[in-house]
């Protein structure tokens, strides 16, 4: 198993329980394909920094998880189809950050 951390972007104007539904609908997808979610960070909504599908912002849900190339293709195949993500993006890392929240709301 590898590590990775995904993050999605949504459209700016879904509401509250629709950011939820999406939340849970990831992290159900990434634990039913052989996979782990370890953490998972809402980072709010931010300001992009060029439009995306005539979008300004958007709300940014960031996964870190285990998980296999079946893991990525299940998660990448959801994806596609979903129309209330607007982006997102895949890394895969030796070890994960898990202490760290770069886009936390309080500041220290």
Request: charged fraction near 35%; hydrophobic fraction near 30%; avoid cysteine.
């Amino acid at each position: 198993m590898s590590f990775y951390e995904n993050t999605l972007i949504t459209r700016q104007d879904l509401p509250k329980s629709e950011l939820e539904k999406i939340k849970e609908k990831y992290s159900d997808i990434i634990n039913s394909s052989s996979g782990k979610v370890v953490k998972i960070e809402e980072w709010g909504l931010l300001n992009l920094a060029t439009k995306i599908k005539k979008y300004n912002k958007g709300f940014f849900i960031h996964y870190k998880f285990e998980g296999n190339e079946s893991t990525l293709n299940e998660i990448n195949k959801k994806i596609k189809v979903d129309g209330s993500i607007v982006r997102h993006l895949i890394v895969k890392y030796k070890n994960l950050d898990t202490k760290n929240e770069y886009f936390s709301k309080e500041k220290k």
